[in-house]
C-alpha cells in the first residue's frame, strides 16, 4: 500500500528577479513500511523534497498525498497535528531544545497531544537507545552521537508512520554515524515505520529497499537496495530520461 505520493512537485524560489527552480516535476510513492533512500549531490533539492513530501513547506507545485489524503492545500491548523503524529523527522544537527533535559525534549511531542504515558514512553525510548542514565542532562552536556539519539527517541515517541532523516549523521564521525544509522534502521524495523533517509553512506544505501537520485531537480535514477535483490545501489540501476 501507498502511504506517501508524490505528484509533479516542482519548488522554485525567488531570489531578486531570478527564478531558481529547485524541485523539477518529481514524482514518487513511497510504500508503506519502506526504506527508501535519497541522494543526490549538494545543492540537488534532497532537503527541499523532504521539507516537501513532510509538509513542512509547500510546493509551487504538484501535490502530495499521504494516506491517499490530498494535504497540498492543508492549512497550517491541519498539518500540525498531523506533522506532530504521523510524522517523525530527524536533522543534521539535531534541533533539540537547549533548555530543556533530554527526557524532556524526548516528552515534548507528546505532551502536545497531552499523552499522559509521555513519561513512561520516553523512559522505554531512551533505554533502548542506551541513554536513560542521561534523561536528565541538557543537550550541551551530551555528545554529538547522544544528541542525535535522543533526537531519533523525540522522532519516535508518537509512533510515526514515516520517519524522515535528512543526513542525520552528517555531523557525526563516521563511527558514530554508522552506529546512529544502525539504531534507525532497527527502530524503524521493530515499529514498522516508513522510513525515508537522506545518506551518503553507500552501505547504508545497500541495505534499503530503494535508492532514489536526485540531479539538477529531478529523479536521474532509481536503484534497488540489495533489501529487493539488488545486488547494490548502482548495478540495478534504471535512468530515467
Ligand atoms: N529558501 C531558499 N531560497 C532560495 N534558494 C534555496 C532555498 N532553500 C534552498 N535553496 C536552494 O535550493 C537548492 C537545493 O537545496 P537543498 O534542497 O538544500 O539541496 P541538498 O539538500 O540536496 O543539498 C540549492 O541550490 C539551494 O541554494
Ligand atoms: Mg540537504
Known amino acids: 500500500m501507498t502511504i506517501l505520493e508524490a505528484q509533479q512537485l516542482t519548488k522554485t524560489y525567488r531570489l531578486g528577479d531570478r527564478e531558481i527552480c529547485v524541485l523539477d516535476g518529481v514524482s514518487v510513492a513511497v510504500a508503506e513500511g519502506e526504506f527508501l533512500v535519497i541522494q543526490g549531490s549538494s545543492g540537488s533539492g534532497k532537503t527541499t523534497l523532504l521539507t516537501l513530501l513532510s509538509g513542512l513547506d509547500k510546493p509551487t507545485s504538484g501535490r502530495i498525498l499521504l494516506e491517499g489524503i490530498d494535504i497540498t492545500d492543508f492549512k ?21 531544545v537547549p533548555s530543556l533535559t533530554a527526557i524532556e525534549n524526548v516528552m515534548f511531542p507528546a505532551e502536545l497531544r497531552h499523552d499522559h504515558d509521555a513519561e513512561e514512553k520516553a523512559n522505554i525510548l531512551l533505554r533502548r537507545v542506551g541513554l536513560l542514565d542521561r534523561a536528565g542532562n541538557f543537550p550541551h552536556q551530551l555528545s ?25 549523521t552528517g555531523n557525526l564521525d563516521s563511527s558514530n554515524g554508522k552506529a546512529i544509522l544502525d539504531l534507525l534502521l532497527e527502530l524503524q524495523k521493530e515499529r514498522r515505520a516508513t522510513l525515508i533517509l537522506v545518506t551518503h553512506s553507500q552501505e547504508i544505501a545497500r541495505t534499503s529497499d530503494r535508492i532514489i537520485f536526485l540531479k539538477d531537480g529531478r529523479i536521474a535514477a532509481h536503484g534497488l537496495g540489495s533489501h529487493q535483490g539488488g545486488r547494490d545501489g548502482f548495478s540495478e540501476q534504471h535512468h530515467v530520461s
Not at 544528541?147 to 522522532?155: D, E
Open 144 to 168: 554529538g552521537g547522544e544528541r542525535q539519539r535522543v533526537a531519533i527517541c523525540r522522532a519516535l515517541i508518537n509512533n510515526p508512520k514515516i520517519v524522515f532523516a535528512d543526513e542525520p
Open 76 to 96: 497550517e491548523e491541519e498539518l500540525a497535528p498531523l506533522r506532530n503524529t504521523s510524522i517523525g523527522f530527524v536533522f543534521q544537527s539535531f534541533h533539540l
